[in-house]
């Protein structure tokens, strides 16, 4: 007779709903990838995107992939978006995979202490996270792999200045062809009228 299969941890489902926000900074997603500079030495980009205006709310580039680096680019992306207290991020949901820093002590205390609700894909689910998914594959095919940086401050600049131009010049048919912040823009000019 087989042994009853025991739990230690809750289980996750395999997949979670597609993200559907109303508004811009409702629903985020964050997520990282890696590449090497000219010499070989690893970097590690984490991108913050909104789920609704495709923006790039916050980033982060670093020699390492701590969750102090994962912190530093939702930082970025709640001082960014004027999200300073927790009424204000009382609305926001932030989701990511089950990867080590997401679910770092220090990553989930720093989303409580701003307010903001975590949220993790299910596993094995890349979906579940499309929309991260997709522009870290954008940002390489049109940024990350046609170069070659030499320096960890080269590819620092020449990935805020992808970040500017993705955000403010680069249009999608996702969003009417409109950029990200003319999408953002047009939000809260109608939510005024």
């Not at 900074?25 to 609704?52: C, G, H, K």
């Not at 916050?58 to 994962?70: F, H, P, Q, T």
């Not at 927790?86 to 701003?114: H, I, M, W, Y």
Request: charged letters at 30%; proline letters at 6%; a neutral charge.
């Amino acid at each position: 007779m087989a042994q009853p299969k025991l739990r230690f941890k809750p289980s996750r489902p395999p997949h979670v709903a597609k993200m559907r926000p109303t508004a811009p900074n409702e629903a985020w997603q964050i997520d990282m990838t890696s590449f090497a500079l000219s010499d070989l030495t690893p970097l590690y980009l984490i991108v913050v995107i909104d789920a609704l205006t495709r923006k790039l709310v916050g980033w982060s580039l670093d020699r390492r992939c701590r969750a102090s680096e994962w912190i530093a680019a939702l930082r970025m992306a709640l001082d960014d978006q004027g999200i300073v207290t927790r009424e204000d991020a009382a609305r926001l949901t932030v989701r990511s995979d089950n990867g080590a820093q997401p679910c770092s002590k220090r990553f989930v205390a720093f989303l409580g202490s701003r307010g903001v609700r975590g949220q993790y894909t299910g596993y094995d689910a890349p979906d579940d996270n499309a929309f991260v998914e997709r522009v870290i594959r954008t940002i390489k095919e049109e940024e990350i792999w046609p170069t070659v940086y030499d320096t960890w401050s080269e590819a620092h600049g020449a990935l805020d200045a992808y970040v500017r131009w993705y955000n403010e010049e680069r249009i999608h048919s996702a969003l009417d062809y409109r950029t990200p912040s003319e999408a953002e823009d047009e939000w809260f000019k109608q939510k005024a009228a």
